[in-house]
Structure formats: C-alpha cells, structure tokens
C-alpha cells in the first residue's frame, strides 16, 4: 500500500478515535462524580465504577477508540496519529456539555478550534513520515528518554498526594497523558510487529510493558477526572503531552521523521504555539468558569441556610 492511502486510513480513524476519546472522557467524567473520592491509582475506584451505566458507556467508548487507534498506528506514523488525538478536545467539550443538558461554552470551543488550526498547519509543514521506521526499540539510544519521563511521572504523582491546592488535577493530567503518550509510542512497535506474525508481540518485551503502562494511565485518568470539577483543562492537558511524547518517541526510537529546514522548522515552532496558546487559552477559561460555579455554589448555600434559618 502506498503513502497516501495509508494515510487516507490513519487520518479519518484517529480523528474517530478522537471523537470517542471524547465521549468517553465526558461520561467518565461525569460517572466519577458519583462515586467516594478514591486514592490515586485505588483499584478500588474501578469496582465503584462498574456499577455506573455512564461509566460503562465511557468504556465502551474507550474500547473503540483504542481499536481506532490501532487502526490508525498500524497505517501512519505516531508523528500524524498522536497529534491528531488533540481534537479530542473539542469532543470533549460538546459530549460533556451535552450530558449536562447545556451549550458548550463558546470560549472553550474557540479554543479547541485554535489548537485544531495549530495542530493543522504544524502537520502539513512537518510531514512526518515513518520511511525507514524500526519496529524495535533500541533501548540503549531510549534510555535517558525513558528515565526522564518515569521522573516526571513520579514528580507529578508526588505533587498530587502532597500539594492540597486545584492545580493538583494538572498534575495528575501531565502524569496521564505522560503514561498516555508512551502507551501509544509501545502500541506503535506492537503493530508493526503484527505484520511479522501473531505471535511475534510476544516474543519482545513492548507487548508486557503496554500491558503494565496502559491501565496505570487509564486509571490515573479516572483519578484526574474524579478531583476537577470541568473536564476541559485536564484533557487540554492529557491531549496536548500525549502527542508530544509520542512526537518524541516516534523520531528518537523509532527512526520516525520530520521536515526540519530552517523555514518549515520556524513554521513548525509557530503552529506549535498557537496549539499551546489554544492549551493555555482553555485551562484559564476552565479556571475562570470553576471559579464562578464555585462562586455560585457559595452563594447558593448561603441563601438555603438564611431561608432555613427564617424557615
């Protein structure tokens, strides 16, 4: 099969992929409000959470979108797929605003909308391509990769438990799109193994180490949605790590490339920015919008104390 109809395969299915991210962090989101606050990385957060049909209907969705994913890892470079994953942000915020049974906030969609032209004009610069790609990783050249993002991940969880203050919830979305965008860069080697054999995943150690890496983060995530009260800061979080790590594991293990001449580079570096500025853009509206729903749940329990008190 040729590039372009591989890409023709990977695009529509990790922008799907996307779209059930979405949905599955909205429902999610909204099940772990249902629950008793739990531990971070507490199975025991799972068990509660099997009861809810909402939480059911997020895993669900998880499922198709991680089989979208694959679908589109096993046609296009990590460098095209993981980007993409950020217009998760934008479904996010319409399923979640849709289960609240209220209008997305248009501040928040404008912001998704930026890091959608952002992310946009840095792929059609980059043109990230897979030719001359291993499946393997070299562990050796990955290594100092590796234990920086494993210190980062410890850090955050340390921020987390220690720190009692809301940004704790960014931590925890940094820890989780960390853990995500890893899980994504094994997931890529596990596909391209495929088309060795069946067997041939289990015969390396990528397969083992997805199987350990991947529910820490999906459960972490349920950690980060259950602590914040607005699903669209963390996932800017968790969507915007998740393909930087990948971006990074795709060119430093497996041999992945990009279009680096000094005008795409500086190009590059632009539409880089205006998705972090779209990032930046959405977690301070999200800051601002938790600010006034908590604002109006003081001033809500004010008045039901003065009527009880005059009742």
Same mark, same amino acid.
């Given at each position: 099969m040729n590039a372009e109809a591989a890409m023709a395969i990977a695009v529509p299915a990790a922008v799907l992929g996307a779209a059930g991210f979405g949905l599955a962090t909205a429902a999610q989101q909204r099940a772990t409000k249902e629950v008793?606050?739990?531990?971070?990385?507490?199975?025991?957060?799972?068990?509660?959470?099997?009861?809810?049909?909402?939480?059911?209907?997020?895993?669900?969705?998880? +499922?198709?979108?991680?089989?979208?994913?694959?679908?589109?890892?096993?046609?296009?470079?990590?460098a095209v797929v993981q980007p993409l994953l950020v217009t998760g942000v934008t479904f996010a915020a319409g399923f979640s605003a849709l289960l609240a049974r209220r209008r997305p906030d248009p501040l928040i969609l404008l912001g998704a909308l930026?890091?959608?032209?952002?992310?946009?004009?840095?792929?059609?610069?980059?043109?990230? #391509? #897979?030719?001359?790609?291993?499946?393997?990783?070299?562990?050796?050249?990955?290594?100092?990769?590796?234990?920086?993002?494993?210190?980062?991940?410890?850090?955050?969880?340390?921020?987390?438990?220690?720190?009692?203050?809301?940004?704790? +919830?960014?931590a925890l979305a940094l820890a989780t799109g960390v853990l995500y965008g890893v899980t994504a860069g094994l997931m890529k080697v596990v596909t391209g193994q495929l088309r060795t054999g069946l067997d041939e995943p289990f015969q390396h150690l990528a397969l083992? +180490?997805?199987?350990?890496?991947?529910?820490?983060?999906?459960?972490?995530?349920?950690?980060?949605?259950?602590?914040?009260?607005?699903?669209?800061p963390a996932v800017a979080v968790i969507t915007s790590v998740d393909p930087v790590i990948g971006v990074l594991i795709g060119v430093s293990w497996l041999g992945e490339s990009l279009v680096t001449s000094p005008a795409m580079l500086a190009g590059e570096c632009f539409a880089a920015l205006v998705v972090v500025a779209g990032i930046a853009f959405i977690v301070a509206r999200g800051s601002h919008l938790l600010h006034r729903l908590e604002t109006e749940d003081t001033v809500r329990i004010t008045e039901h104390r003065a009527r009880s008190a005059f009742g």
């Open positions: 008793e606050v739990s531990r971070t990385l507490s199975p025991k957060l799972l068990v509660e959470l099997l009861r809810r049909p909402m939480w059911l209907l997020g895993l669900l969705a998880t +499922v198709v979108a991680l089989i979208l994913q694959l679908v589109a890892l096993a046609f296009g470079p990590i930026c890091c959608a032209a952002g992310l946009s004009a840095f792929l059609l610069l980059a043109r990230p #391509s #897979s030719a001359g790609a291993d499946d393997h990783i070299d562990l050796a050249s990955g290594l100092p990769l590796a234990i920086a993002l494993a210190a980062l991940v410890v850090g955050c969880l340390v921020y987390a438990a220690t720190v009692e203050h809301p940004s704790r +919830v960014l083992y +180490v997805v199987c350990i890496i991947g529910p820490m983060g999906f459960l972490l995530s349920q950690n980060t949605f259950q602590q914040g009260r607005l699903v669209s």
